[in-house]
């Protein structure tokens, strides 16, 4: 296995902004450190798992995957843009209380997050699977991506964290900044 391009293609996939990353920083900006760390742990644990079933998928249902992948672009398109309009119409005005940033949102939202589905669909079978074929090296694999994952969601939270004060002062553009992005990750997903 070509180790280089498989860091490179996990740095790149998970640092670089996606949904989950930009839920992240909105989440600490909106509401703190501490629920974007609920939001975070839960969004690993999922991240884990779909690389879980990534592997057991690939092995299983090759020829039913593409078809798998445009649905879940559909439906992780139109999710992101319902996410896109609740950051936008978030009241700025008064602070209030995230319900929606927890261990189970965040953990629910990697399924239909089509930045993560269509990653672990492809690091698996791309990098490791043609060099290696034991449960054990696809296990250390799978753990050693999901803290790759794990260490970009907290960088998003280190940034958040950092530059809150800067963020809250600018609030309703930063959300606006936030619901656009989420939007034309939306929209890139189909170009």
């Known amino acids: 296995m070509d180790t ?12 670089t902004p996606g949904p989950t990353n930009i839920i992240i920083l909105s989440t600490v900006h909106n509401s703190g450190t501490k ?3 609920k939001f975070t742990y839960g969004s690993t644990t999922g991240f884990g798992l779909l690389l879980a079933i990534s592997a057991i998928l690939n092995t299983m249902l090759m020829p039913i995957i593409p078809k ?9 398109s139109c999710y992101m843009f319902y996410l896109a ?3 936008y119409k978030m009241d700025t005005s008064s602070p209030t209380v995230n319900r929606t ?8 939202m990697q399924f239909f997050n089509p930045k993560v589905v269509l990653f672990t669909m492809t690091v698996i079978p791309t990098f490791v699977m043609p060099h290696y074929n034991a449960i054990s090296a ?16 907290m960088t998003w939270v ?3 964290s950092i530059f809150k004060e800067f963020l809250q002062k600018r609030n309703k553009t930063v959300n606006i900044w936030m619901a656009l992005s989420l939007a034309y990750v939306a929209i890139m997903i189909w170009m």
């Open 35 to 37: 629920k974007a760390m």
């Open 138 to 153: 696809v296990t250390i694999s799978i753990l050693s991506i999901t803290l790759i994952g794990f260490l970009a969601f």
């Open 85 to 87: 309009y609740q950051i």
């Open 68 to 76: 798998l992948l445009i649905m879940m672009q559909i439906i992780g």
């Open 101 to 108: 940033a927890t261990f189970m949102s965040g953990f629910i």
């Open 158 to 160: 280190l940034f958040g």
């Open 4 to 15: 280089t391009s498989f860091l490179i293609y996990c740095m790149i996939a998970t640092f």
